[in-house]
């Protein structure tokens, strides 16, 4: 069944259990849902291409374009991609053995690493971005370029919205 198919399945099958129900909000997150997911999925199989997964690729890019020379802080590639430390770690330590960046104890904090992107890694990026760039507007082909910034616009409205009134 077509993920289309699958969500006027849904809304159907509400409209018969529950007919004077409002049940429109649930099937709006049911389809932000699969839409994550399955746009999510294509996207992060393009990291394979370049044998990274998607974790890595997210944090070379991270690297590639918010960090200093210097590199930046576990910490702060962490909020920088909404993860965990941890996950940070156990990216770090993959790349690091493939060369691809570098760790150095932090000059202003003992405590802390710093994490380098190397020239390996930023080739590696280079080479790799256009690909994924490629592939995610290829995914985006079905909207104009005035309804992206629409879509953009409208998702960046609920964000506020959540967290403006502490509902996330």
Avoid: C, K
Wanted: hydrophobic letters at 45%.
């Amino acid at each position: 069944m077509s993920t289309l198919a699958l969500l006027d399945r849904i809304r159907h099958d509400w409209q018969v259990r529950e007919p004077d129900m409002a049940t429109a909000p649930m099937l709006t997150f049911i389809t932000l849902a699969r839409a994550q997911s399955l746009l999510g999925d294509a996207v992060r199989s393009t990291a394979a291409r370049a044998d990274l997964t998607s974790a890595t690729r997210d944090l070379l890019f991270t690297l590639y374009r918010s960090a200093p020379p210097e590199g930046l802080s576990a910490s702060e590639i962490a909020a920088l991609l909404a993860v965990s430390p941890a996950t940070v770690t156990g990216s770090t330590d993959r790349l690091e053995a493939r060369g691809l960046l570098t760790r150095t104890l932090d000059p202003d904090d003992r405590r802390s690493w710093r994490i380098a992107l190397t020239d390996a890694g930023r080739a590696l990026v280079r080479s790799h971005l256009p690909e994924h760039l490629a592939f995610e507007q290829s995914l985006l082909a079905a909207l104009s370029p005035a309804e992206i910034t629409q879509l953009e616009t409208l998702l960046r409205r609920l964000i506020d919205h959540a967290e403006t009134n502490g509902l996330v």
